[in-house]
């Protein structure tokens, strides 16, 4: 027999057998749950980021942290001139008080006559997550606002109220701390904002983030569970922050340090 039709009699020998060795193996994986190449899951865990440029002022703004349609909060730009001048920024989670989609924030402000809940004005770096989620009231809460009356039966009222109003100089890059659904399992994530302007009383929102992994804590102002990639802008805080702020040490060390206060938080 010529040599080289041995050859390749051999090589198509060869060829049937591997090809039935890995018909075996393709059939042994496949009733095992696991394909060709599935060497990693489909669906990666990861913080997912959205950067936005969206001026709030006296209209609102839907927030939907994942894209999926649905709206998770709702920012509010609001004046009112009826009763002498009141202006603000606002958020609000569908459902009011029985809403399962919170804000951080829990500071109780005196304006005038009425009383409101404040969200917390979070420099970055606080820890959002399962920890800190009870001691956070639902329903409509107020970022910061202005509010003058003169004359009425309540009195004389005028002055800045609010964390983010900042007696009037507003803030630069803080954040709003969020607790939010996704078929019916909790997520954290955050809305960084600038808040001044017209009597302190515009907004500014510039990004968004959530982790998605259900009940997995992010920390405000993180973009990436990827060391290497570059984190948002801290911001210097002069406001008491709920929370325990990372240091820049930690920010430093990236995912290493992000994992060491979700550790010590105990998420």
Known sequence: MNKSKVSRARQVKLSDSLQQRLGVYAMA????????????????????????????????????????????????????????????VFVSAPGGQSAVNKVWGNQEVKVGGFSSVAAFALPAGVIIGPKGLGAQPAGFKMLGQFFSVIGTGE?????????????????????LGLAFVINGETHYGWARLNQGGYRACTGLLTGYAYESTPNKAIATGQTSDNAADEQAVLAPSSTPAEGRPATLGALAWGSRGLALWRRDEGN
Not at 49 to 66: A, M
Not at 156 to 167: K, S
């Open 29 to 88: 994986a496949t009733a095992a749950g696991v394909g060709f190449g599935a060497s990693a899951p489909a669906a990666e865990a990861k913080i997912v980021y959205t950067p936005v440029h969206e001026r709030i002022y006296n209209n609102q703004v839907p927030l939907d942290l994942n894209q999926d349609g649905v709206v998770d909060f709702t920012l509010i730009g609001q004046f009112d001139y009826a009763r002498g001048t009141r202006c603000g």
């Open 155 to 175: 009195g004389t009222y005028r002055g800045y109220y609010g964390p983010w109003a900042n007696g009037g100089k507003g803030v630069t890059n803080r954040f």
